[in-house]
């Protein structure tokens, strides 16, 4: 009797190792229904990522930006004739059931895909972009926070004057007068990039002498591109944007398309 | 000498039918719910499951070993059964004992088929919408379809072909024979960033022009990590090329062969249901005078044969159809009030064994107490 259950003990594992070894790949095959039903669409009554507020926290949506400071509000929508804004349908939003969240077809298609390479400056860190936003810089000195988001749209995307006027509007910088904006334009450095890329640098600081160097600003740049453009936009505080601009330029003269 | 009295006499079965195990086991469970229930504060409720009961082993304080619940489990399972050999008198006497035993028994195996046959996932519909399947919290596989036109609404029927993506393994290419599609994984990352930034002179196909994956630590939640793989992908045409996919892709990859497009994606798992749901409608109580919720619901019609059968699901009260349990767990509403009822969903074919096993312990305890009352009054009679 103890030469049987013996002989089990030991055949057991035996078993199952060669039945748990090197399996092949299993296949399978199955067919997916999924019934559409239209949406309620049409002017949003309340603020365009007010419902992020309410949103759960589940694993459905962990991923998601809750506050309204990660999602990128100034480049993408100001511009872009949409009948409201929602929630985008982008990488963020792949894995979720199509009726879990709306789409914005008009953003969607306003979105340039074409892959770019770019070098990240000494002493910032890049991160993965999220919404439209193809990537993220901050830098590791907490005491002078800036962040730089480079997004690229399809078509005019609003022009160079009119992205001017709403950074602006975004810095809570009076609009100047139609002259003062073209001598302002006419002052700003025109790079070209590695690739040949032609970039307009925006350099909000030049409105703000007499603010403090604690006051909100901005430096960016538009790559112009043919049939889109590329943003980089680079916010912090005035002091930090300053001592960041040197790199700033490295980076947008790094920017390439890749072949 | 009988088969039972040759077992009393193997020592070893003697042993593993030790009363003092029992009693170990049972003080090893105690410790590990209550450790299991206090560390699922700090660590979530995932990892404390797998640490504390889905794990044989696990190191207390970062170097002690420590038996998990399921090997406790294991041996308790072992120890119950060499006392049901060994040690129990089968008389009617003890007919309510026995019972009882049998019914601690199921206990086990119920507890040990839901922990390997369950597959808990999630579906979230919006109102009027309908699946017929569910979608897995972080398991992920390689999806292959057919390309179709998809229009903004109506009935979309897909034919996919799907793989594990843990079952890809770098000698050992995966052949999709019906759409003439060969994959054979180069790289693999359990959680990773994905750039349009190329770094190198190689060019990945992919649909939202990914070119680079960066490794990234593990999150303790596995729904936070996002996989991303690189394959040479071959196809019927002659075409060989690498391919990049990433688990949060906007879009599938479309693959041209011989038979037409076909779309890959990496993905998370979806189950397929043996019906298919549709959310009738999502219904929201607030509290007076907040935009909290106080209690919310969901009405779901089944299609069977055909026909439509509608049910409410709400929080305490799941649907039960199948083998699949529906429990009301979310909701999001857009700011258009387009509502989404987010259902938890648990597919378990030994469902009922717990229940089965309730009932055997209950019916051994009442025959067990009525005849020892029956004999308690027979003695002072």
Redesign the interface.
Known sequence: ??RH?TSILFLLPALVLIFGCDR???????????????????M???D?H??LQ???Q??????LPLSDSNMPQDDIHANLQLP?S??P????H?????????MMPGLEQSVD??????KTPKGWL???GSGMR??TFSVSDKSMPIETTIVSLGGSAGGIEGNIVRWMGQLRLAVPSAAEMAAFIKKQDVLTTESGLTATMVDLTQWQDKEKDTAASMIAAIIERPGSQTFVKMTGTKKAVLANRAKFKELVTSIAV?K | MTFRQKLQRNKILKALASLKLTVLCLSLLFILTLWGTVGQVQNGLYLAQERFFHSFFFLAMGFLPFPGAQLVMWVLFVNLTAVALVRYAYTWNRIGILIIHGGLMLFLVSGYVTLHGAVESHLALGEGNAANYSTAFHSWDVAVWKDQETPATGKFVTDVTSVDIMAFKHDRPVVFEDQGITLRLLEYYRNCGAYTGGQTDITYRNASGIQRLEPRGLEKEPGENTPGAIFQAETTTGESFKLLLYGSDTAPTPIETKDGRYNLSLRLKHYPLPFTLKLVDFIMERHPGTDTARAYKSRVAIETNGAWREKVISMNNPLRYKNFTFYQSSYSIDKFNNETSILAVVHNAGQVLPYLATFITFAGLVIHFCMMASRSRKKHA
Do not use: C
């Open positions: 009797m103890n259950i092949p790949a299993v296949k399978r095959q199955y067919t997916e229904i999924f019934i559409q039903a239209p949406k309620k669409t049409g949003a009554m309340t365009p007010s419902f309410g949103m759960p589940d694993d459905i949506h962990a991923n409201g929602t929630m349908q982008d990488d963020i792949a894995n979720l059931q199509p009726g879990s969240m709306p895909r074409t892959p770019l390479s770019w890049e991160q993965k193809l990537v890749n």
